[in-house]
Nanobody
């Protein structure tokens, strides 16, 4: 069983930056996808950014502001978030899928506020 551990959440002002990191508890083989989702209070979980078989997709709301990066050798995925907006406030979840299953992190809270 793979565990995903996120770090890097916290408080940032509007226009600020944060970097989220996620590491798998063991090296994953045959990774199909890695990425980030988020969920704000009272809202459904939504895709933020994901890499599926080498193809990157971003939610329209974060394009040009967020950058996802993956290290397949280390089974890590990072999310660089720039030009943050209050509406980016949410709990961010790391996601991974390999040939054996689908995995979620425990979530890390991001708050964008002055």
């Amino acid at each position: 069983q793979v565990q995903l551990v996120e770090s890097g959440g916290g408080l940032a002002p509007p226009g600020g930056s944060l970097r989220l990191s996620c590491a798998a508890s063991r090296i994953m083989f045959s990774i199909r996808a890695m990425g980030w989702y988020r969920q704000a209070p009272g809202s459904q979980r939504e895709l933020v950014a994901i890499v599926i078989s080498g193809v990157t997709n971003y939610a329209d709301s974060v394009k040009g502001r967020f950058t996802i990066s993956i290290d397949n050798n280390k089974s890590t995925v990072d999310l660089q978030m720039n030009s943050l907006k209050p509406q980016d406030s949410a709990t961010y979840y790391c996601y991974a899928r390999d040939r054996f299953g689908t995995y979620w992190g425990q979530g890390t809270r991001v708050t964008v506020s002055s």
